[in-house]
T-cell receptor
Framework: SQQGEEDPQALSIQEGENATMNCSYK?????LQWYRQNSGRGLVHLIL?????REKHSGRLRVTLDTSKKSSSLLITASRAADTASYFC???????????FGQGTRLTINP | DAGVIQSPRHEVTEMGQEVTLRCKPI?????LFWYRQTMMRGLELLIY????????DSGMPEDRFSAKMPNASFSTLKIQPSEPRDSAVYFC???????????????FGNGTRLTVT
């Protein structure tokens, strides 16, 4: 299966805390992408990490990738209410045209 | 950049009626994807096009579903006849070419919420 599996399914934290979401996958990849979906909206691309990278930062986002364990994690630091959303990982195989998504992690930031 | 534009945003129809969902991809993007999202099944890929040609329609659930891309700036997803179990949010996404190892990210529209009664 090409899709990733996000863990946990749901996460609820207080504003200001850090949120960590994990993704496991089964195929060899060229890169792995993370997307966010706010309620009632489409997915928005957040960050892409290539298979030869171990860590990548973008603002308050930090993504790690361990290809030996076929896993990735997304860390959101100093969470805000606006970070409340579902987060999806998408393992991207070399030469794959399609992108398949799992069920996502539903993140709730409590004020 | 107007993003991916989908219409209508909401569609309510009766069982047996024909439904047509529309999508305008981002100009210059030549890959287009149709997804369906439900609570039970998550986000399912229905079909995708590259340079207006359908590449993989293995996710289309039944013959009642059909998709076309007559030109680079327009695609439709049609359900005929519609059934209550087709109720879902349908997303269109586009990207730069994803062939030849070029794994470009996807840009999603805000979806069409379809309710079939």
């Amino acid at each position: 299966s090409q899709q990733g599996e996000e863990d946990p399914q749901a996460l609820s934290i207080q504003e200001g805390e850090n949120a960590t979401m994990n993704c496991s996958y089964k195929t060899s990849i060229n890169n792995l992408q993370w997307y966010r979906q706010n309620s009632g909206r489409g997915l928005v691309h957040l960050i892409l990490i290539r298979s030869n990278e171990r860590e990548k930062h973008s603002g308050r986002l930090r993504v790690t990738l361990d290809t030996s364990k076929k896993s990735s994690s997304l860390l959101i630091t100093a969470s805000r209410a606006a970070d409340t959303a579902s987060y999806f990982c998408a393992p991207d195989r070399w030469g794959a045209q399609k992108l398949v998504f799992g069920q996502g992690t539903r993140l709730t930031i409590n004020p | 950049d107007a993003g991916v534009i989908q219409s209508p945003r909401h569609e309510v129809t009766e069982m047996g009626q024909e439904v047509t969902l529309r999508c305008k991809p981002i100009s210059g993007h030549n890959s287009l994807f149709w997804y369906r999202q439900t609570m039970m099944r998550g986000l399912e890929l229905l079909i995708y096009f590259n340079n207006n040609v359908p590449i993989d329609d293995s996710g289309m659930p039944e013959d009642r579903f059909s998709a076309k891309m007559p030109n680079a700036s327009f695609s439709t997803l049609k359900i005929q006849p519609s059934e209550p179990r087709d109720s879902a949010v349908y997303f269109c996404a586009s990207s730069l070419t994803r062939t030849g190892g070029n794994n470009s990210p996807l840009h999603f529209g805000n979806g069409t919420r379809l309710t079939v009664t």
